[in-house]
């Protein structure tokens, strides 16, 4: 109610409005409701029909899903139904699809859930960024790509993958190749005290050793440009190349070449490739996120006191101690523990 109906109540005289005009009751106007009555809720359909897949390709919007069908599994071209939000969906996911889930040409399904995640492989744009990105979910493993030479190893950007792997609760190994040209020792020794396993790579050795690793499980590889992981990719699944084009064609031809895209692995397992990241941005991760993927040296740092970033040049951090009241073996852990943290602090050239 406007101020001249207020004082029409009170039995007040009424004033001139701005044109001058002298008013009465019956001037008093009242705008409608223009929101209506219908009360908004917050109740989703259950989609009891809904199916489940996994997600094994994304291109602009849409969402290459498998599913399991009476004659087998097949690739269902979808997109993510507005009811889910901005919730984005990644290579990776467990989702429920309602709608054509035939996979026949020209079909198109909705993505109504999407599975609780196990695991995360998450990046942001740059250190000063704190979006997360969600790149792959659910995987087991990250297969960290760098050769031992031709390109030298990038140092700073295998220390942000290990704490991307670390926080994100995915495994890490170390697939180095070009091990015919150079030692690959200089790595195994910055990375020793974490216990990490690397599995060393050429064109002449077989894949025997590195398929005994990611042999049915869920694999990410990531690796920069000259370190040979798409040769190392296509030589693990040989038709690659081919499911690349495939999938591209739910973009009307472009080339999914900065998209992750999820490949079969011969004998059984998944191969997750990701040509198009290049960097790890680590805004979203702290010092004890890396912490928690090591027990002890976790437990130890409870001593630490608050905002401690677990760095020699802490003086209260209480790792040190730790380490000098065991075996050598702790030293060694924390000086490689270190060499993570100094990616997430900024700390020293390389990042």
Sequence with gaps: MGRVARRADRGEPLSTNRRGHRVDEDDIRFRPNRRGTRPRTRTRPAHEDAVPGLVIAVDRGRMTVRVDGPDGAVDVTSMRARELGKHGVVVGDRVRL??????????????????ERATSLRRTADDTDPTE???????????????????????????RCLVAAYAGGLEPLLCLTKTDLASAQPLLDRYAGLGLEAVPMSRELPLDELLGRIRDRMSVFVGQSGV?????????????????????????????????????????GTVIDTPGIRSFGLAHVSADDVLVAFDDIAEAA??????????????????????????????????????????????????
């Design 98 to 115: 309602v709608g054509d889930t035939s996979g026949r040409t020209d079909s198109l399904a909705r993505i109504v859930t999407i599975e």
């Design 302 to 351: 409870t001593e630490c006191p608050p905002g401690c970033g677990h760095t020699a040049e802490d003086p209260d951090c209480a790792l040190d101690a730790w380490a000098a009241q065991g075996p050598e073996q702790r030293r060694e852990q924390l000086d490689a523990l270190r060499v993570l943290l100094a990616a997430v602090g900024q700390v020293g050239p390389g990042y």
């Design 228 to 268: 040979g992981k798409s040769t190392l990719v296509n030589r693990l699944v040989p038709d690659a190349l081919r499911a690349t084009g495939d999938v591209s064609k739910i973009g009307k031809g472009r080339h999914t070449s900065s998209s992750a895209v999820l490949f079969d692995l011969p004998g059984g």
């Design 133 to 159: 990105r969600i790149v792959v979910a659910n995987a087991d493993l990250l297969v960290i790509v760098t050769a031992v030479t031709d390109p030298d190893p990038a140092l700073g950007f295998l220390d």
